[in-house]
T-cell receptor, first 113, second 112 residues
Framework: GESVGLHLPTLSVQEGDNSIINCAYS??????FIWYKQESGKGPQFIID?????DKRQGQRVTVLLNKTVKHLSLQIAATQPGDSAVYFC????????????FGGGTRLMVKP | ETGVTQTPRHLVMGMTNKKSLKCEQH?????MYWYKQSAKKPLELMFV???????ENNSVPSRFSPECPNSSHLFLHLHTLQPEDSALYLC???????????FGPGTRLTVL
């Protein structure tokens, strides 16, 4: 289930450091955003979501920030662990588009022990 | 495990073959999806079924034919595929009123 995109941007961090993964979305009418994590051999797994009426949401060790002015989304992972190594995707939902999500290209996170 | 299973996990087929991919969800959801994940593009939505009716066909070629016999099962029938159709095919499910989609592990398809 890995994403084998040859041109995936890669972020390499030291174990214990904080990670920040960025995503630029395309449509100012998008009203809902999700971050997914995809480990090798598995399908994407939900991490955290945020609606457009918020600019920050926190989960366990993860924080999503939304800047609608510049159409930018970021995922912050605190105290990154080797198990966080994966490809991370952001997805956006166009307002009134039902369950239709548009996914970004993904970022590969590599955690060095 | 996410509660969404897919079979087979790997499939190799010739361009003249006919095969089917199967997806089953054990979550009680009423919407199911097929996505294509290839090396050169972001995850692409192919089909959406809600309450067993197709609500989206994202300009997918007719050589891909979905079937949703009930809310727990989704099939993708394949015939006369091309090598460029080689990809990971992912199934997902969700509740209509919830946007969180739960993904299966995918079927790695290789078309020779």
């Amino acid at each position: 289930g890995e994403s084998v995109g040859l041109h995936l941007p890669t972020l390499s961090v030291q174990e214990g450091d904080n990670s920040i993964i960025n995503c630029a979305y395309s449509n100012s009418a998008s009203d809902y955003f999700i971050w997914y994590k995809q480990e090798s051999g598995k399908g994407p797994q939900f991490i955290i979501d945020i609606r457009s009426n918020m600019d920050k949401r926190q989960g366990q060790r993860v924080t999503v920030l939304l800047n609608k002015t510049v159409k930018h989304l970021s995922l912050q992972i605190a105290a990154t662990q080797p198990g966080d190594s994966a490809v991370y995707f952001c997805a956006e939902r166009l307002n009134n588009a039902g369950n239709m999500l548009t996914f970004g290209g993904g970022t590969r996170l590599m955690v060095k022990p | 495990e996410t509660g969404v299973t897919q079979t087979p996990r790997h499939l190799v087929m010739g361009m003249t073959n006919k095969k089917s991919l199967k997806c089953e969800q054990h979550l009680g959801h009423n919407a199911m999806y097929w996505y294509k994940q290839s090396a050169k593009k972001p995850l692409e939505l192919m089909f959406v079924y809600s309450l067993e009716e197709r609500v989206e066909n994202n300009s997918v070629p007719s050589r891909f034919s979905p079937e949703c016999p009930n809310s727990s099962h989704l099939f993708l029938h394949l015939h006369t595929l091309q090598p460029e159709d080689s990809a990971l095919y992912l199934c997902a499910s969700s509740q209509d009123e919830s946007y969180e989609q739960f993904f299966g592990p995918g079927t790695r398809l290789t078309v020779l």
